[in-house]
């Protein structure tokens, strides 16, 4: 059995989990495979791929140019780089793992402080030998709004109380009740936007997500709010978001983006209003070990004819 480990930028994935176990051919590639063609290439003869999370896609193309492949495995609970109907008709198994989401929460407070302290200029400026060019913005008595408030929303709002901010989130579904229950205020979507002075998103993206904020909602924020996103790219319109930071009207600090990895000429690069990480909310020690011995798990699972953790439309 070959087995072959996508997108491990780190070259971690060999000791984090026993893959000796599994008595197979395991290749692990370490660089970005962006290419369909090259792609292809690399995973040709493959039974099994381990997928990191959604750094690659498996389009339907991509999968019926594989017919050795049979199981797919992903990193975490879902993925929606991967096509399950085509997977579905292609009779390829999909396996995920176990995820924890409290290392995002703490990306997004890392972000939030990163911005309103300008850590990245201070950082730079101690090492060139400089003192205190900067003034930053504190965050108690300012108001954290959430445009999410499921698990991860919750312990970003928890995290937010604990520095004295107030709470307010918004969902389509959310109700008052719901968003009580976690010392939040339930608030209009258009509240939600004008009053926050830190806007932090979590939410899944879907159909309903894509774009949800967009112009509109960007100029309806107060001038120089923080906007956070640890959760998707897609989920803000980033031509809107590029307009607002030129014209300087708020500030954002992002993990994730419309296309990953960021291109070295994206023109985020060059906003000094934007802290930008390379979507490291997941990337911690104790994620990458549940991640690859869980996969791990799957693949002798499947090879013993009873797959766990199967992922389905």
Known sequence: MKIVVLDDYQDVARSLADWDSLGAEVEVITSYVGDHDELVRRLAGAEVVVAMRERTRFTAEVLERLPD??????????????????????????????????PTAE???????????????????MRDGAWQSTVGIGLHGKTLGLLGL?????????????????????SQ???????????VTAVSKEDLFA??????????????????????????????????????????DEQALLDALRERRIRAALDVYDIEPLP????????????LTPHLGYVTREVYEIFYRDAVEDIAAWRDGNPVRVMTL
């Open 69 to 102: 492949l049979k199981l797919l495995v992903s990193t975490g609970r879902r993925n929606a780089a991967i096509d399950l109907k085509a997977t579905e008709r292609l009779g390829i198994t999909v396996c995920g793992t176990g995820y924890l989401p409290h």
């Open 107 to 125: 990306h997004t407070w890392a972000l939030v402080l990163a911005a309103q302290r300008h850590l990245e200029t201070e950082l730079a400026a």
């Open 150 to 170: 499921g698990n991860l929303g919750q312990q970003v709002a928890r995290i937010g109380q604990a520095f004295g901010m107030e709470t307010i989130a918004w």
């Open 173 to 183: 579904n959310l109700t008052a009740e719901r968003a009580a229950e976690h010392g």
């Open 195 to 236: 009053r926050a002075d830190v806007l932090s998103v979590h939410l899944v993206l879907s159909k309903r997500t894509r774009g949800l904020v967009g112009a509109a909602e960007l100029a309806a924020m107060k001038p120089g709010a923080l906007l956070v996103n640890t959760s998707r790219g897609p989920i803000i």
């Open 264 to 275: 070295a000429d994206h023109p985020l690069r060059a906003m000094r209003n934007a802290t």
